[in-house]
């Protein structure tokens, strides 16, 4: 991790923060569909009394430091940042989740298996990514004939049109882009491997805070938190909601395709910030254990989940 000696550095400092107990800042990294219900909480966090800021960052590692410097109290991306700063004693928490596992395979027509893949060219973002390694780990358990052809092509949208193209066999998809092609009619992709099945305790996205935070604001963190809970419940029972919070926090415009996009999520479940348990975060650091992310720790070391108990 790029960050990794300015985190021991501010590991070992006091949070600074602010002065008012009932002042705090959240820190998000370019906030998308999955990530807006954060915002419908600061903002419910804000009718209860508290003045919260939300600050936009454009690298995880960003937020990571601030957090331990205590220049943030919350903020939420991929769980692996975290779990490598808190391995490095810095003092952060993972305590509720962003959204569960929505990984999937998805493969040019023909392509059922893994072993259809030994040799042909397989898109990924990067080498580091999260959806890299749950490829890779795939591979490892069910590949026979070889492994495939890896290429680092960025973006999601720009690999499913690359898999479109023919340019690639397969890919790791999130829901929302395999949703979007088949809306417009140019694909009815099927999962050749959906990860949310396969790998139900890995959690690839949290909601992490810091611990003096935590300790010094139950109360506020708690508010924030039941927030964050209330918000996933709603739209799993009207996934309308989350269009309208698209539309609001993000300036979307309601189409066919966003409509399509939310109900996905809420039919598959995704959105539950109180899912996490001391099990399946033991799953998810044992599974960044096994990829080489992070050394051995325990699910008590890591997360606090007292605030969704």
């Not at 009932?22 to 820190?27: H, I, K």
């Not at 966090?45 to 508290?50: D, K, L, S, T, V």
């Not at 391995?87 to 989740?97: Q, T, Y």
Request: hydrophobic share 50%; aromatic share 6%; with cysteine.
């Amino acid at each position: 991790m790029a960050a990794g000696a300015a985190l021991v550095v501010a590991s070992g400092l006091a949070a600074c923060g602010k002065s008012d107990p009932n002042a705090y800042t959240v820190a998000l990294i370019e906030p998308d569909l999955t990530t807006v219900p954060l915002l419908a909480a600061v903002d419910a966090a804000r009718e209860a009394g508290y003045d919260v800021d939300v600050i936009e960052l454009a690298e995880p590692e960003l937020a990571i430091e601030g957090l331990a410097r205590g220049d943030y109290a919350f903020s939420a991306e991929a769980t692996s940042p975290a779990l490598l700063a808190i391995e490095k004693d810095a003092p952060i928490r993972i305590v509720a989740d962003v959204i569960g596992n929505q990984w999937a395979v998805y493969g040019r027509p023909g392509v059922e298996d893994c072993d259809d893949l030994a040799g042909r060219p397989v898109g990924i973002f990067s080498e580091g990514a999260v959806a890299t390694a749950m490829i890779r780990d795939w591979v490892a358990d069910e590949c026979t004939g070889g492994e495939p052809e890896y290429l680092v092509i960025g973006g999601s949208d720009v690999r499913a049109q690359a898999l479109l193209a023919g340019q690639i066999d397969a890919t790791a998809l999130e829901i929302a882009d395999a949703v979007a092609l088949a809306e417009a009619g140019e694909t009815d992709l099927a999962p050749i491997i959906d990860f949310g099945q396969t790998l139900p305790d890995l959690h690839p996205q949290t909601v992490y805070a810091n611990s003096d935070f935590l300790g010094d604001n139950p109360k506020a963190a708690e508010t924030f938190i039941d927030a964050l809970v209330a918000v996933h419940e709603r739209i799993n029972a009207d996934p309308g909601h989350l269009v309208d919070l698209a539309v609001q926090y993000l300036g979307e415009e309601r189409t066919a395709e966003l409509e399509a996009v939310a109900a996905a999520y809420a039919a598959a479940g995704l959105f539950d910030a109180a899912a996490l348990t001391e099990e399946n975060v033991q799953g998810t650091i044992d599974f960044f254990t096994e990829a080489g992310v992070v050394g051995e720790l325990a699910a008590a070391d890591v997360a606090d989940l007292s605030f969704i108990e």
